[in-house]
């Protein structure tokens, strides 16, 4: 069966069916999924049961992988984990606990990683245990907010910079680093308009972690920031969850954020891994 690419909205994510990625792939096979990832940013692959081996192996078709450092409870592994579930006792953590409140910057619209040196490429996530209601994740094309700029303004965005600073998205969740912890993340800067380097598409890096514009007015940054945000928004797509579901989404082309659950009652896990864009054209 050949692999098929199902648009779920005119020109932004797609559900990819007939291809088992819980497998080695093969060159074509690869070659048919970075195409379809450069022309929808999101894909989505029901039903692919990834454990920890097949995972990596699979993102890895897509370049090396970053290392999570952050305070994410999976730190020194190759995976980031969305989670209520203790990562030791698989027990579910109190709502009050700190590790919980550090996942509510999930719930703002972001994109992995901005807030590093070096820019992811891709994430994949893969559901492990999903609780039956709620618990969906939205995505929303940057792509789309940057197509729809007039001239004028597209103009004026051309050399922009953006300051990403990890600490200011965790702290519009009234979430607060120690200082150790803020230490290996200070901020940084990345050009604001992105190209795809194989579609020659641009799309606009924002989100939670992009602070401000480097050397515009504090109000016409968050203007602007604000403005592309909500035209990201009116291109979303809302995936609603099932266990051994899979999704891949461009980093530099769409935002994401997560959606409530009842986390006292229910049990969810996702498992993340994110593909660095170092060996990538367009690199930061
Ligand atoms: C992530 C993320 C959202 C979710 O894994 O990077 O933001 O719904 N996940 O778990
Ligand atoms: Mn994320």
Same mark, same amino acid.
């Given at each position: /069966?050949?692999? /098929?690419?199902?648009?779920?909205?005119?020109?932004?994510?797609?559900?990819?069916?007939?291809?088992?990625?819980?497998?080695?792939?093969?060159?074509?096979?690869? !070659?048919?999924?970075? $195409? $379809?990832?450069?022309?929808?940013?999101?894909?989505?692959? %029901?039903?692919? %049961?990834? =454990?920890?081996?097949? &995972?990596?192996?699979?993102?890895?078709?897509?370049? %090396?992988?970053?290392?999570?450092?952050?305070?994410?409870?999976?730190?020194?592994?190759?995976?980031?984990?969305?989670?209520?579930? =203790?990562?030791?006792?698989?027990?579910?953590?109190?709502?009050?606990?700190?590790?919980?409140?550090?996942?509510?910057?999930?719930?703002?619209?972001?994109?992995?990683?901005?807030?590093?040196?070096? @820019?992811?490429?891709?994430?994949?996530?893969?559901?492990?245990?999903?609780?039956?209601?709620?618990?969906?994740?939205?995505?929303?094309? !940057?792509?789309?907010?940057?197509?729809?700029?007039?001239?004028? +303004?597209?103009?004026?965005?051309?050399?922009?910079?953006?300051?990403?600073?990890?600490?200011?998205?965790?702290?519009?969740?009234?979430?607060?680093?120690?200082?150790?912890?803020?230490? %290996?993340?200070?901020?940084?800067?990345?050009? @604001? +308009?992105?190209?795809?380097?194989?579609?020659?598409?641009?799309?606009?890096?924002?989100?939670?972690?992009?602070?401000?514009? +480097?050397?515009?007015?504090?109000?016409?940054?968050?203007?602007?920031?604000?403005? @592309?945000? $909500?035209? $990201? &928004?009116?291109?979303?797509?809302?995936?609603?969850?099932?266990?051994?579901?899979? +999704?891949?989404?461009?980093?530099?082309?769409?935002?994401?954020?997560?959606?409530?659950?009842?986390?006292?009652?229910?049990?969810?896990?996702?498992?993340? !891994? !994110?593909?660095?864009?170092?060996?990538?054209? =367009?690199?930061?």
């Amino acid at each position: /069966m050949a692999m /098929m690419v199902t648009p779920l909205t005119p020109d932004f994510c797609a559900e990819i069916t007939g291809i088992d990625i819980t497998l080695p792939l093969d060159e074509a096979e690869f !070659t048919a999924i970075r $195409a $379809a990832f450069d022309r929808w940013s999101v894909l989505i692959f %029901p039903e692919q %049961p990834l =454990d920890d081996a097949s &995972q990596i192996a699979f993102s890895e078709n897509f370049g %090396p992988l970053e290392p999570t450092r952050s305070v994410n409870p999976a730190a020194g592994t190759p995976f980031a984990r969305q989670s209520n579930l =203790d990562i030791e006792t698989g027990a579910v953590i109190p709502a009050d606990d700190r590790r919980m409140a550090y996942q509510k910057a999930n719930m703002l619209w972001h994109s992995d990683s901005t807030f590093k040196a070096v @820019l992811s490429l891709c994430s994949v996530l893969s559901a492990r245990e999903v609780p039956p209601v709620g618990g969906a994740t939205q995505f929303a094309s !940057t792509r789309a907010a940057y197509e729809g700029l007039d001239e004028p +303004v597209r103009a004026r965005l051309k050399a922009a910079v953006v300051e990403h600073d990890f600490s200011h998205s965790r702290a519009l969740v009234g979430f607060e680093f120690t200082a150790q912890e803020a230490a %290996p993340f200070p901020a940084v800067r990345h050009r @604001l +308009v992105r190209v795809n380097a194989n579609s020659g598409r641009k799309s606009v890096l924002i989100g939670a972690h992009a602070k401000l514009i +480097v050397g515009w007015k504090a109000e016409e940054s968050r203007d602007m920031l604000d403005d @592309l945000l $909500a035209r $990201a &928004q009116q291109h979303a797509y809302s995936h609603e969850w099932r266990q051994g579901d899979v +999704v891949i989404w461009d980093n530099q082309a769409a935002l994401h954020r997560a959606t409530p659950y009842d986390s006292v009652r229910h049990r969810r896990l996702m498992q993340r !891994t !994110t593909i660095s864009s170092r060996n990538e054209a =367009d690199a930061p």
